[in-house]
């Protein structure tokens, strides 16, 4: 059943302006990033990090189980985003379970770019 279907107030003509929106924000993260580099996966995960509370430190498994990703996959995602200087390791570092996660001023920088090209529609509340 479709947003429509279930009763949405959602015109077509917002629909539209969302799709163009994602598109746009798309389009930000080709341009920063290359064609080939930017994943549905590792941008879920920098925006769990950045919409998070108590200053954007996140631990893996909630990233994992947010994403609905294993714990292998989500450890080399974080290990990418570390090495390409967009997330960093903070807390034990004896202690792979208690090991948490936020962004270094260039992934909270590149974060909110893609989100400012990407409109205020593609995420309100209509």
């Given at each position: ?7 949405t107030k959602l015109t077509q003509c917002a629909l ?26 590792w941008w879920e995960f920098m925006l769990i990090i ?40 903070v807390g034990s570092q004896d202690s792979n379970d ?29």
């Amino acid at each position: 059943m479709s947003a429509i279907e279930r009763g949405t107030k959602l015109t077509q003509c917002a629909l539209k302006s969302r799709a163009k929106s994602l598109l746009n924000l798309r389009r930000k993260q080709r341009a920063l990033f290359g064609n080939g580099w930017v994943s549905d996966a590792w941008w879920e995960f920098m925006l769990i990090i950045y919409a998070s509370e108590h200053g954007t430190v996140v631990d893996r498994f909630s990233l994992a189980g947010e994403t609905d990703q294993s714990f292998e996959l989500t450890e080399r995602w974080l290990t990418l985003l570390i090495d390409y200087g967009y997330v960093r390791r903070v807390g034990s570092q004896d202690s792979n379970d208690s090991r948490t996660h936020e962004l270094t001023d260039v992934g909270r920088a590149t974060v909110e770019q893609c989100l400012g090209a990407a409109g205020g529609t593609a995420f309100g509340s209509d």
